[in-house]
């Protein structure tokens, strides 16, 4: 029987052409955050199981691949429950990784830490347009910065990336946890119950209010929290002034400080941005994680129809690696999204010279081969990119190719 040639599900094969176009992303993206002056790291695909399963991680730590014991330690015929069998997984995301990684290093790391990660992981998700089940992530973050700076550089670097890749108009929506809860304690919900309710709100976007609302009512809520809590929704605003009418209607609910952040946040990110997007006040937004302690954030591009990246503050993950909370805060894009949007636009990765083929008879002397790799080299060395194939029978289709992968400079070299 002949072995299967598609890969498995929710993976794929990358093509020449999105190849180019995800080096020169990668690229711009180690230039441009490297310039707010954040360091490469890079930790392993795999991680401890006790580390994936912290519940921290939200709904995702119910799609961790998880790794069996190996050798004499996978013993499946006296195996009684999972632990017995599993010890590690491969990660779902590269904030607990890094979380690990500061906690082990933080003596031979400056601080703030500014952290530069790219790399894949995997979720046993519900494959769609530009989800995948295994995936690059690219994550900037800030540790051990307690203010809003680090907010603020977050957002600019980047929404500074995203301008470089000519997307425009799209909008950064931005919340605060500490925000959530107060509005939750502010409707009657009890504490226990905020997590479900949260994860409730972030379906917003898909389901609507009517939506949300027949899903609380239906999870036993009292029907008092829950216009309460949609009444709030529909009269905040999404600007400055929205942030403010939220503080005055929480009141001590809110934690001081809380609404002046966000607007701080919000004001001092508008008036220094670098590219064409919006910032939104979305008290809806929740972010599905469960280890986001205060500002949240999320992109949204109308041409994707969703979400392109995210992130937010995180106090208290490393903390249950050192026992010592530290501050955290990081933003991730959604790489596979930006890179697919790219493909759909028929992007071309931008060339200081040029691609130039060359076509060189099969019957060709060694002495005409010498000729036509001498010219290669020097086209090179003046930055062009320079292929050099074989003449083919059908030259037409040959060149009609090669125009399609971007060589506009086709040059014939007979025998």
Known sequence: MALKKKPVTGMK?????????????????KETYGMFGFSSIETPCVEHIESLTNKQGGENEKLIFKILKRGEKLKLDTAECEADLVDSGLRYDLTVPLSRYY????NELGAPFKALQMGNVWRADRPQRGRFRQFMQCDIDILGEPSILAEIEL????????????????????????LLKAMAAYCGFAEAAYDNVFIT???????????????????GY????????????????????GIRYAKELLGDHLEEGTAEDLETIFSMVEDIKTADFNMKFDPTLVR???YYTGPIFEIAMDEFGGSVGGGGRYDEMIGKFTGSDTCACGFSIGFERIVMLLL???????????????????KASPERLREVLALAAKERDAGYKVSINVMKKNKKFQKEQLAKDGYEDIQEFFA
């Open 13 to 29: 094969d990358i093509l020449p052409k999105e190849m180019e176009i995800r080096d020169y992303v990668i690229g711009l993206i």
């Open 103 to 106: 906690a082990n290093h933080a």
């Open 155 to 178: 957002i600019q670097a980047t929404t500074t990336l995203l301008g470089k890749l000519g997307f425009q108009k799209f909008t950064i929506r931005i919340n605060n946890r500490k």
């Open 201 to 219: 709100l972030d379906k917003m976007d898909k389901i609507g209010m009517d939506g949300v609302e027949e899903e609380l009512l239906g999870a």
């Open 222 to 241: 009292e029907k008092e929290a829950v216009e309460k809590c949609l009444s709030f929704f529909q009269t905040v605003g999404s600007d400055v002034e």
């Open 288 to 290: 599905g994680m469960g």
């Open 344 to 362: 759909e636009r028929d992007f071309e990765v931008p060339s200081a010279a040029g691609k130039k083929a060359f076509l060189v008879d099969k």
